[in-house]
């Protein structure tokens, strides 16, 4: 019995192990032994991917892990906020903006993936413009579909189509050799959309004007008076809050003071964290309070070592996502204390 023979024997039943007790999950465990035997020296990499028929297959499937990465660490949802700030009150430059990031982003992730994106950030735009939404809606997808011809790996057929080529003996295409056509035809469309979005609304500006009465996060920042009820606070390093749980601290029972979030600096970028109460205040945390009470700002922030810092007025707006808002309607039971 020689050393390899031993190594898979003890990969099967370490793998037999797993599927018994399902942790991690059975297609965890699956590409762990794909990635352990070549590592182990007991095959060769085109060895363990031969089962896959083509090279190709993997780079499909890591360019869903790249797309999904890209969506939960919010950087498609950063670039519509950024796409909302740059477009103002101008349908066209909205339009332009809209195609061309749409195609940038299609162009190394999933262009189904982006559309689903867009979408809510189209419904939000168009929303605040009392803009049929139908007007941008197909220049979304048709800035989807062209975003397949701008890259090599935009869309699996160009990935299939070079490795043929390779196969046969001939020059496959290179990361960009597509992007020339599909920069044409992206202009192309946009020029197109632009002149025939008139038509894409047509009849429907009654239900556009109903539509836009809609009740959205800004109706609750403005109605609910947020910007003078909120503040951020940082936690300075002398600070008695630091490395204490929010539930020692009791700030909503005495200080009247509820946290709503807690932002903390990330490896790339700044995190928001959900308030729980056994949630370990560092240094260096910026916490979102909002105060339900009349307090002394500055008396409450020197006395905790807490420095305020600036609250834009776009700030609710730019971290929707992380932060959240409900507007909640209730009634009071006739015999409650609480009405009276």
């Known amino acids: 019995m020689n050393l390899d023979l031993l190594k898979v024997l003890a990969l099967l039943g370490t793998c037999m192990v797993l599927f018994v007790i399902n942790k991690p ?18 095959l060769t990499l085109p060895q363990a991917l031969a089962g896959f028929s083509d090279p190709n297959v993997i780079l499909i499937a890591a360019l869903f892990v790249i797309g999904e990465a890209l969506v939960r660490t919010g950087v498609t949802h950063q670039v519509g906020n950024w796409l909302i700030r740059q477009s ?3 349908e066209t430059r909205l339009l332009v903006l809209l195609m ?13 993936g982006v559309v689903g994106v867009f979408i809510p950030v189209v419904m939000s735009i168009t929303r605040r413009l009392r803009i049929d939404p139908g007007r941008f809606m197909m220049p979304l ?3 989807g579909l062209i975003s397949g011809m701008m890259t090599l790996v935009a869309t699996p057929p160009n990935m299939v189509v070079d490795s043929a080529l390779r196969d046969m003996g001939l020059g496959g295409f290179s990361f960009f050799s597509f992007a020339p056509m599909g920069l ?8 197109y959309m632009l002149v025939t979005r008139r038509w894409l609304a047509a009849g429907r500006q009654a239900e556009v004007a109903t539509a836009s009465e809609r009740r959205g996060l800004a109706h ?3 109605e609910y008076h947020l910007q003078r009820h909120g ?12 490395n204490k749980n929010l539930e020692d601290l009791r ?3 005495e200080h009247g003071a509820n946290v709503l979030a807690v932002e903390r600096a990330g490896r790339f970028h700044q995190e928001m964290l959900h308030p729980s109460a056994r949630l370990e205040l560092h240094a260096g945390d910026v916490l979102l309070v909002h105060f339900f009470q009349d307090t002394n700002i500055a008396a409450f922030a020197q006395r905790m070592g807490l420095t305020p810092l600036s609250l834009k007025d776009a700030y609710f707006n730019d971290h929707s996502q992380d932060v959240g808002m409900a507007e909640v309607l209730t009634r009071l039971n006739p015999r409650s204390s609480a009405g009276a």
């Open 25 to 42: 999950r059975m297609d965890v465990v699956a590409l762990l032994v794909i990635v352990l035997l070549p590592m182990t020296g007991v």
């Open 88 to 90: 103002g009150q101008d």
């Open 100 to 112: 061309l990031v749409v195609a940038g982003l299609g162009s190394v992730m999933s262009s189904t």
């Open 141 to 143: 997808s048709f800035a």
């Open 184 to 191: 044409l035809i992206l202009g192309c469309g946009i020029a």
């Open 220 to 222: 609750y920042v403005t």
């Open 231 to 242: 503040f951020r606070l940082r936690v300075d390093p002398e600070s008695p809050l630091r």
């Open 251 to 253: 700030l909503r029972r």
